[in-house]
């Protein structure tokens, strides 16, 4: 039965690594402290690590405060993660079950489940049978997603982390390639299935030191070999070294991936997504050569842009654990099959508050950028986009250095 | 004519980038500011651009103190690099001729040239011909390769800030990589053309949060299939997440780059040299997927690991300024021919002083890893390995952060 305080919660870490899903954790793992939570339970992988019996004691592992700075530096997600979709409960009602059986034998009065879109549905489907059966656990859905696709979020934290850090390599990857007097075309492949999010934060390399990308390819914007290497062409005349990010979603008019036109295309993950487009860079890099004669280089900036804790952004860590702390606050107010939401009240200064939001507005939805922030012909993001986005990589939380590396937290 | 003073001075950059470059710049522009120099040019474009008139004025550039932090924290060369190798003067005096025209007319008394193996060829080249026609211009090199291949001195700058880099992503990329209860084999490529001294620097991920990769794979050790996909085999039965860090540089017995075995091989450049090997890990992660049924993936750390300035090795920064430092003084103490070397003095604690060499004696040749500092069976590297580099990457010098990236310097 309910009591004043929050009960014993569960938190669990589901899809693909961020810089900052751990930050969500010591937001839920604190806030829940702070209510004396008897018990904080951790998934071990996910939901799928938990239907399994895979549960940690999160409140007798995180003992010094320490541990919980490492957690705010820690990349990736310090309980696992999973990519597991519940079924259709009219098909199958086996794991609703045995984990709605898990959650009364550990007396769970909270589920808490920081993930992407298909985290979503996750929660979404697990507050919708417990609400069919009658159960008052609470169940609320932590945002987190590098790709900032999530409806009805300002953006989601992960997202200023990465954009953080494709901007500032960027930079470093701009005077690497401008060494030499010398034509070429360096071509960054940025993360983003089907959103030009990430793509765009290549803008944020811009400044008084760096000219920032020539070019921003999207997957919002269908792609045309003979405008593009025009473009090319006639960026070379007036500098030497061409510099362009090319999000991994890039698709031609008929919709086919460009990573899909080269050798070794990805492999389908449970959701039916492709989990490694790889390609992109390869596949326009070939193009420049074999047509404008020039060299070329493929630069993929793969993996590290999601799990590069060294370089995230002091805001992205805050409201990371700001949107943890507050799906606890919600799930105490009797809340349960809500998202936390970030909502801008202002661009200058930066402010940004958490709110809710039915879950199911959420879950299995995509966002895009809006066409009012591309450029005009469709190979850049314009200022309404660096405005949007500027102020979600201030700020830094220096990594603990020891013996030459920073410091990571591990289970 | 030669006075107390060491004249008017010329420095250039040559070669790939490194995070470091610019430090040993601004310590010969710090040293010969501090000996009174009336001028301190610059070769735009290394010696290649110089012999086209290519210079600028570094005393009128760097007015601010702050412009030499800037540097210091500036990946990448400053002036601009090339990759011009001098013509053999018995069979074409052409540009000897051109370039002590342009010594004389800038009434130069000292050149110091940094750079990696194939700089050091010109420097050699050019003292001689000094040498030869009775010129007393001294000719300095400054060492400088993320390779760490130069004979004669302990190690070289950039390689303390590429093995920090590589150490903390790889840190990094095996958190990423471990966060599902799948089995899967993650292959990180690192530069390094004939030498191992780079992915060796993947050891040092390894501490109390991080096992640190389970192979490394050096261009130093021929590559077997069949011992690769048993040990890849075995270590998955102990643990489902592997982690393998291979040089670009990998061969076969038969001496066949890995990369080459792939499509998309490698581009030479003036050296005869391939600039780009990358696709050994490729070659490596498609080898596992069809033997062993497992999923694998690639990444390459790329151009990143040799520009990454936001992660240098402040050991690194430092000795980078000074070997560019005792380069001034020994052109003032009328030395020429010669190349600044590193002493190590002891290891515990860590000390390293500057020395010099005869220029000759390095020029063109390459070190590799030594045999007894790697594992027996050929798949890793060992103890003496980690003694020798870890305290390469220890210390920091934070970036300068200004609007949420790393702020540079550029010309």
Redesign the interface.
């Given at each position: 039965m309910m009591t004043n305080g929050i009960g014993n919660v569960l938190v669990g870490q589901s899809g693909?690594?961020t810089a900052v899903i751990n930050a969500s954790l010591a937001g839920v793992y604190e806030a829940a402290r702070s209510l004396d939570a008897p018990r904080i339970y951790g998934m071990k992988?996910g939901i799928?690590?938990f239907l399994q019996g895979n549960l940690v004691e999160l409140d007798k592992l995180l003992g010094d405060k320490l541990d919980v700075e490492l957690m705010l530096r820690?990349?990736?997600?310090y309980l696992?993660?999973?990519?597991y979709k519940l079924p259709d409960p009219a098909q199958d009602e086996g794991p609703y079950r045995t984990l709605f059986a898990l959650f009364e034998r550990y007396d769970i009065r909270a589920v808490f489940y920081i993930g992407g879109n298909d985290s979503m549905d996750t929660i979404a489907r697990l507050s919708a049978w417990g609400r069919a059966t009658g159960s008052s656990i609470r169940f609320i859905g932590v945002p987190k997603t590098i790709d900032n696709d999530l409806m009805l979020t300002d953006h989601t934290p992960g997202y200023g982390s990465a954009a953080?850090y494709i901007?500032?390599?960027m930079?470093?990857?701009i005077?690497?390639?401008?060494?030499?007097?010398l034509r070429s075309v360096t071509v960054a492949e940025i993360m983003g299935r089907h959103a030009g999010w990430l793509a765009g934060a290549a803008c944020?390399?811009c400044?008084p030191?760096?000219d920032g990308p020539d070019m921003i390819l999207l997957p919002e914007v269908p792609f045309s070999p003979e405008t593009f290497l025009r473009k090319v062409d006639a960026l070379q005349r007036s500098k030497p070294n061409v510099i362009i990010a090319a999000s991994e979603g890039v698709r031609t008019r008929d919709g086919v991936f460009l990573c899909d036109l080269v050798?070794?295309g990805g492999?389908l993950d449970a959701f039916g997504h492709k989990s490694?487009l790889?390609g992109t860079s390869?596949y326009l890099s070939?193009l420049i050569q074999s047509n404008l004669g020039c060299?070329s280089?493929?630069?993929?900036l793969?993996?590290?842009q999601?799990?590069?804790?060294?370089?995230a952004?002091r805001t992205d860590i805050d409201e990371a654990y700001r949107v943890g702390a507050a799906a606890v606050e919600a799930a105490r107010g009797g809340l349960t099959g809500r998202m936390v939401t970030l909502r801008r009240m202002s661009d200058v200064p930066y402010q940004c508050v958490t709110g809710t939001v039915e879950i199911e507005q959420v879950a299995n939805l995509e966002k895009t950028v809006p066409a009012d922030w591309i450029a005009a012909d469709g190979t850049h993001v314009n200022a309404a986009f660096e405005q949007y986005a500027?102020p979600l990589?201030?700020?830094?939380l220096?990594p603990i250095?020891?013996?030459?590396?920073?410091?990571?937290?591990?289970l």
């Open positions: 693909g690594p992988y799928q690590g820690t990349p990736s997600s696992g993660s999973c990519r953080k901007a500032a390599i930079k470093e990857v005077c690497d390639s401008s060494v030499y007097d944020l390399a400044g030191d760096c050798s070794g492999q490694m790889s390869r070939d060299k280089r493929a630069i993929e793969s993996t590290l999601r799990c590069a804790s060294h370089l952004s500027r990589i201030q700020g830094e220096s250095f020891v013996n030459g590396t920073p410091r990571h937290i591990r």
